[in-house]
T-cell receptor
């Protein structure tokens, strides 16, 4: 099992460009999450999907959109990237939303 | 809503010494509690979890944690630290299936191991 996979691993964008971060899990989990991690801020939840067909805002959703494509895949889209979105992005999944989460390796995004 | 506090931003421990990382949570009922470790450039890895039952739980890599309801704490311990334990550690709390939110993570404690 690969667990949780994320693509790409690194990305550099110019301000105003758009991109989609991809996430897939092979553990048949119902819930999936997108976090951003910044120095001194810990993990902040952007969006989550408690089950296929549902998505909900987390702590810092502004500037992002998500799509739960199917049970395996959950993508995060930046429509118009800003320097404030420079961060490391983690995808995670869990069997249900109150159980332990399993994390992907992360995407390091720089917006110039 | 639940919350988590990790009072120590950084801790330095000598190799071979014992370790205790503190975690305090705020939640009205019995929480679900977790400890994760993040090595540099990596994602978070689950060390151990507490749902119910025995308040002392064992995890991977020789770690253990003790749930103390009276102190609202879930501190992580290791008897003898190895240089490879240098990493950032995150405590997380969940409300279980009676809640309406996902896990809440603390801001992390960075562990430095000196020779």
């Amino acid at each position: 099992n690969a667990g949780v996979t994320q693509t790409p691993k690194f990305q550099v964008l110019k301000t105003g460009q758009s991109m989609t971060l991809q996430c897939a899990q092979d553990m048949n989990h119902n819930s999936m999450y997108w976090y951003r991690q910044d120095p001194g801020m810990g993990l902040r939840l952007i969006y989550y999907s408690a089950s296929e067909g549902t998505t909900d805002k987390g702590e810092v959703p502004n500037g992002y959109n998500v799509s739960r494509l199917n049970k395996r895949e959950f993508s995060l889209r930046l429509e118009s990237a800003a320097p404030s979105q420079t961060s490391v992005y983690f995808c995670a999944s869990s069997e249900v939303r109150w159980y332990e989460q399993y994390f992907g390796p992360g995407t390091r995004l720089t917006v110039t | 809503a639940q919350s988590v506090t990790q009072p120590d931003i950084h801790i330095t421990v000598s190799e071979g010494a014992s370790l205790e990382l503190r975690c305090n949570y705020s939640y009205g009922a019995t929480p679900y509690l977790f400890w994760y470790v993040q090595s540099p450039g990596q994602g978070l890895q689950l060390l151990l979890k507490y749902f119910s039952g025995d308040t002392l739980v064992q995890g991977i890599k020789g770690f253990e944690a003790e749930f103390k309801r009276s102190q609202s704490s879930f501190n992580l311990r290791k008897p003898s630290v190895h240089w490879s334990d240098a990493a950032e550690y995150f405590c997380a709390v969940g409300a279980g299936n009676s809640g309406y939110s996902t896990l809440t993570f603390g801001k992390g404690t960075m562990l430095l191991v000196s020779p």
